[in-house]
């Protein structure tokens, strides 16, 4: 990702790539609340949640200017922005600082700013207010968007500056992205403006302009044209009554469940958490200590896209809601063990990313890439932590459950009385291999036997190569971690802890390892790696009108998606749980709440919980 690059001439802030100022007034605050802002006044009073897209973050002015709008109003502000050359934080503390204008909102801005990598970066504002920051070419990343804004605010530089920014195609994509009805705002009235406008459905109204503009371009979206690119994969629109709080049930205690019923109670939503154990964490959420890193594989590959994304998310999470003695950002270091990591590694330097990665290529035994907000985290601690104030239900163990007319959805425990909710989640780990074995969906348990030893290893992070070694934690270290699919033994193995301490040898002197103990669990996996997170595929729908998609794959006549009605998964985490539940807990949320998506939409079709049987049908295998 390449960074803006700013001249300051006096106290105006200058992009030395479009040859332009940023701000066009002595007081740019009030030309965005003119502009900008004002868009939402003739909508502000009939609705309490809005989505306001944008092209062109640039110093993030537009949503500072809302946040103060909506700071006192009780209303929800989910804003999403696109910027291809990001402000350095520098550049952007001297900015706000020679504005002298949203002291405590800029502060907050600057402290919570992502970093300069590609990728939709989610941002928890405040409770009401949620940003997410989109860096990328605004061509690329408008197709990978998924949501209908309510306004949308086009604040790039001038068309005769980035011609880019003003296409046809981007217009057009921003009338994909915008509900019927829905508001598009900007300064510019150039003809070429005005045109693409028009071309993409909207009804454009010239409004007087902000001091010494003569015009500005407001329109409304009348039109618009639903060509939907992989229909099997459409995300489901959900209608939910919050007059009354809407119950959700989940399934499974673990870090999945609860961080999704975290995440669903503070949208407001009535939730319980049904546990098939006595406690919360009793299976692979349950090590003493455990390492949060993400998968590093080259930046180009959407495996690794997806672990970036949810590894930043899980660190804004953690960051916000536990404290040290929960999970301590140390840094953690990956080691390259071969020449293909090796090579995967280096591949990182082109990126502009050592605000998060750091290879190094001399350090001894092996190369290493520095994580730097990698962590080490005592996942039990912290699942028991963010269970505190959930309602959690104990020996619950699911056994079927029932759509009833009323639209809610009757679920069966062993030996225990139905409990009625409008939406199901499962979250249930290994136990969703027995659950779904009757549909296409890949998903093997892997049975992981982790060793504690006394304190041999003097580390402040935690570090990996073939196995992991974690920081000595209350006189137990941990090093992980054993990898037997479809096996069952709740029972710890001697050879297993032979296994763990031999994966680490090059670190530590197997022969004075003193074992303390272990710990057994299972995960589940998807036969593809990824997480499998999302509305469940009705099978029965997608068999028989993609039967035929083997010859209709890239036709536009096949039927959208349809779903199980208000079920939905967040499972197959595999060994980066911690992580990747967060990606989960907040994609559900976007689904449930009609919200943009936390990732990008060809990532999210990755997740889908169908992806196994459509791959099979566009074979003509099924």
Request: with cysteine; net charge positive; glycine share 8%.
């Amino acid at each position: 990702m390449k960074s803006a690059e700013i001249n300051f001439k006096g106290n105006i802030a200058f992009s030395e790539r479009f040859d332009d100022i940023y701000f066009n007034t002595d007081k740019p605050w009030r030309e965005s609340e003119y502009v900008f802002a004002a868009g939402l006044d003739e909508i502000f009073s009939l609705q309490d949640r809005f989505i306001v897209g944008e092209t062109g973050f640039g110093a993030g002015l537009n949503f500072l200017t809302l946040c103060k709008k909506f700071q006192k109003s009780g209303k929800r502000l989910h804003f999403v922005s696109i910027e291809a050359n990001p402000i350095q934080k520098s550049d952007l503390a001297k900015i706000y600082e020679n504005l002298g204008k949203f002291k405590a909102l800029s502060k907050k801005l600057i402290d919570l700013y992502p970093p300069l990598i590609d990728g939709i970066h989610r941002i928890k504002f405040n409770e009401f207010i949620t940003l997410d920051l989109c860096f990328a070419d605004v061509g690329e990343i408008l197709p990978e968007l998924d949501f209908e804004a309510d306004v949308w605010f086009m604040d790039g530089f001038a068309p005769s500056k980035n011609e880019a920014m003003w296409s046809e195609d981007v217009f057009k994509e921003v009338a994909r992205l915008t509900r019927i009805d829905g508001i598009l705002r900007t300064y510019s009235c150039a003809k070429i403006v005005q045109e693409r406008i028009g071309k993409a459905g909207f009804e454009l109204k010239l409004r007087k302009g902000y001091g010494k503009k003569r015009q500005m371009s407001h329109a409304v979206l009348k039109t618009k044209t639903e060509i939907l690119k992989d229909p099997w994969f459409a995300r489901p629109k959900t209608v939910l009554n919050f007059a009354r709080r809407p119950k959700a049930l989940i399934v499974g205690g673990g870090i999945a469940g609860l961080t999704t019923a975290f995440e669903l109670s503070k949208n407001g939503f009535d939730v319980k958490v049904a546990e098939a154990k006595s406690s919360v964490a009793t299976n692979g959420s349950g090590n003493h200590c455990g390492v949060l890193m993400p998968l590093i594989t080259k930046p180009e590959v959407n495996l690794g896209q997806m672990h970036l994304n949810a590894f930043l998310q899980a660190v804004r999470f953690y960051k916000s809601y536990m404290k040290q003695n929960y999970i301590k950002f140390s840094g953690c270091i990956d080691n390259a063990y071969d020449e293909p990591l090796v090579k995967r590694y280096a591949s990182w330097s082109d990126e502009n990313a050592d605000e998060i990665f750091i290879f190094n290529k001399g350090t001894k035994p092996y190369p290493s890439m520095f994580i730097k907000d990698g962590a080490y985290a005592r996942p039990q601690k912290t699942c028991k932590k963010i269970a505190q104030n959930l309602n959690i239900l104990f020996n619950h163990e699911y056994v079927s459950r029932k759509h009833l007319k009323n639209g809610q959805i009757s679920v069966k425990f062993k030996g225990l009385k139905r409990i009625r909710t409008d939406i199901l989640i499962f979250a249930t780990g290994s136990d969703s291999v027995k659950i779904f074995k009757d549909t296409k969906m890949t998903i093997s348990s892997v049975r992981g036997q982790v060793t504690h030893i006394k304190p041999l290893v003097d580390t402040k992070m935690p570090f990996s190569a073939f196995g992991y070694v974690c920081p000595a934690v209350e006189g137990v270290q941990v090093i992980g971690a054993t990898y037997a699919r479809n096996e069952i033994c709740d029972a710890s193995k001697d050879k297993d802890n032979t296994e763990n301490l031999n994966k680490v040898g090059e670190f530590l002197d197997v022969a004075k390892a003193q074992i303390i103990g272990s710990k057994v669990g299972y995960r589940s996996y998807s036969g593809d790696r990824f997480p499998i997170i999302g509305a469940l595929y009705d099978e029965k729908f997608y068999k028989q009108n993609y039967k035929n998609l083997f010859w209709s794959k890239r036709k536009d006549t096949n039927d959208k998606a349809v779903y199980e009605p208000n079920v939905f998964l967040n499972i197959a985490h595999g060994s980066r749980g911690l992580s990747t539940a967060i990606l989960g807990a907040n994609l559900i949320a976007d689904l449930l709440l009609n919200r943009p998506l936390c990732i990008q939409k060809r990532l999210f079709n990755d997740l889908h919980s169908a992806r196994f049987l459509v791959r099979k049908l566009k074979r003509g295998q099924a």
